[in-house]
């Protein structure tokens, strides 16, 4: 009998190890309630347990925020482009006001304060000129959808980018769009003691045509060098499983990134 309880005792032991690691290896699991925005309906999964502490989900007419309370930014915004949606953005006039985000509890969010005189830009994940109508447009201008940017990098390079993947959009047909900061290293710094300064940018970029995809890469600096990554070395960076479904071996294929230009050179599309 003693035999058998110490069995028995050891298998228990040994499931709950195992539901202990099977726990762990998904700190949040890939459900959404914005499946339209993301490649198979499915959410990324975040993997680092730092990163999933104080995430909320928001849903938007054209486009999806995972948010941190902790850094009070996105850890990304996730954008479904279409050939159509771009073409009505085009069309679409007119700016919206920066707000903070009422969803938010009032400690997890950022406010307007946190960016002023701060020198950095209320720098757009999803960006305004993506937005189809005006309800879209303005729920970007959420400070749920910001990060504290680099103002050279925001108006130079950054904005090359998001109209390069415009473009893209326009001839290949659709695109999956996932955006976001990193927080690299030991020396983060906040905003007003509140907002991370992230140390990085990406811009994720997958075409189901190709079955492939790419990220642009940047320092959040006064600088206007970039790199395009696959999307096995974002997440290897980033602690993030940007598409749960994709097979590991399309995610070591590159997809040709189109060279940004920059913005006095070229007509917005």
């Given at each position: 009998?003693?035999?058998?309880?110490?069995?028995r005792g050891s298998?228990i032991?040994?499931?709950?190890?195992?539901?202990?690691?099977?726990?762990?290896q998904?700190v949040?699991?890939?459900?959404t309630?914005?499946?339209?925005?993301?490649?198979n309906?499915?959410?990324?999964?975040?993997?680092?347990?730092?990163?999933?502490?104080?995430?909320?989900?928001?849903?938007?007419?054209?486009?999806?925020?995972m948010?941190?309370?902790?850094?009070?930014?996105?850890?990304w915004?996730?954008?479904?482009?279409?050939?159509?949606?771009?073409?009505?953005?085009?069309?679409?006039?007119?700016?919206?006001?920066?707000?903070?985000?009422?969803?938010?509890?009032?400690n997890?969010?950022?406010?307007l304060?946190?960016?002023?005189r701060s020198?950095?830009?209320?720098?757009?994940?999803?960006?305004?000129?993506?937005?189809?109508?005006?309800?879209?447009?303005?729920?970007?201008?959420?400070l749920?959808?910001?990060?504290?940017?680099?103002?050279?990098?925001?108006?130079?390079?950054?904005?090359?980018?998001?109209?390069?993947?415009?473009?893209?959009?326009?001839?290949?047909?659709?695109?999956?769009?996932?955006?976001?900061?990193?927080?690299?290293?030991?020396?983060?710094?906040?905003l007003?003691?509140?907002?991370?300064?992230p140390?990085?940018?990406?811009?994720?970029?997958?075409?189901?045509?190709?079955?492939?995809?790419?990220?642009?890469?940047v320092?959040?600096?006064d600088?206007?060098?970039?790199q395009?990554?696959?999307?096995?070395?974002?997440e290897k960076?980033?602690?993030i499983?940007?598409f749960p479904?994709?097979?590991?071996?399309?995610?070591?294929?590159?997809?040709?990134?189109?060279k940004?230009?920059?913005?006095?050179?070229?007509?917005?599309?």
């Amino acid at each position: 009998m003693k035999k058998y309880v110490q069995q028995r005792g050891s298998w228990i032991v040994a499931l709950l190890m195992l539901l202990i690691a099977s726990t762990a290896q998904t700190v949040s699991a890939a459900t959404t309630a914005c499946p339209s925005q993301y490649l198979n309906g499915v959410a990324p999964d975040i993997q680092k347990a730092s990163l999933a502490k104080s995430a909320r989900e928001l849903c938007y007419d054209n486009f999806a925020v995972m948010h941190s309370g902790i850094s009070r930014t996105p850890l990304w915004s996730a954008e479904h482009l279409t050939r159509e949606s771009i073409l009505d953005a085009k069309e679409l006039k007119g700016r919206a006001a920066f707000h903070p985000e009422s969803e938010l509890p009032y400690n997890e969010r950022a406010e307007l304060s946190d960016y002023a005189r701060s020198g950095f830009d209320r720098g757009h994940m999803a960006p305004s000129a993506d937005m189809p109508n005006r309800s879209a447009r303005q729920q970007c201008f959420s400070l749920a959808n910001m990060i504290p940017q680099n103002h050279k990098l925001n108006t130079i390079v950054w904005e090359g980018i998001e109209s390069a993947i415009r473009t893209l959009a326009l001839n290949t047909g659709e695109l999956y769009v996932i955006t976001g900061p990193l927080y690299l290293g030991n020396n983060i710094t906040r905003l007003n003691g509140r907002v991370l300064v992230p140390t990085h940018v990406y811009k994720l970029v997958f075409d189901p045509k190709q079955n492939r995809g790419a990220a642009y890469y940047v320092k959040n600096e006064d600088a206007e060098e970039l790199q395009t990554l696959s999307i096995n070395e974002l997440e290897k960076l980033a602690g993030i499983n940007f598409f749960p479904k994709l097979p590991a071996s399309a995610k070591q294929l590159k997809l040709d990134l189109p060279k940004p230009k920059p913005y006095r050179s070229r007509s917005n599309y």
